[in-house]
């Protein structure tokens, strides 16, 4: 399984980021997907999981502010964070998951990373 995510970088606070995960070597369609971020010192945490039927679990941190996505021709996860705080800097990975609590079932990638930044 190759997990490739992008889109990260800086953005001042207020602003928006959309996040792409393309993933090979699975039968991406039957597959949950999801989205965690690490931040400096912290654990790693989810973020926002969606299942293969499409069903989006999003993290109180960021209810109301990212949007999960998937588009299984273009095996492809997305997250689009908007309204984004200091506190959303981080590291942002995607994985297939398990269950509703999303669990991850991959070893992880590079991972993207966030700034937000004024």
């Known amino acids: 399984v190759q997990l490739q995510a992008s889109g990260g970088g800086l953005v001042q606070p207020g602003g928006s980021l959309r996040l792409s995960c393309v993933a090979s070597?699975?039968?991406?369609?039957?597959?949950?997907m999801a989205w965690y971020r690490q931040a400096p010192g912290k654990q790693r945490e989810l973020v926002a999981g969606?299942?293969?039927?499409?069903?989006?679990k999003i993290a109180d941190a960021v209810k109301g502010r990212f949007t999960i996505s998937r588009d299984n021709a273009r095996n492809t996860v997305y997250l689009q964070m908007n309204s984004l705080k200091p506190e959303d800097t981080a590291v942002y990975y995607c994985?297939?998951?398990?269950?509703?609590?999303?669990?991850?079932?991959?070893?992880w990638g590079q991972g993207t990373l966030v700034t937000v930044s004024s």
């Open positions: 969606i299942t293969s039927g499409g069903s989006a």
């Open positions: 070597g699975i039968i991406f369609r039957n597959k949950a």
């Open positions: 994985n297939t998951a398990l269950g509703w609590s999303f669990s991850a079932l991959n070893s």
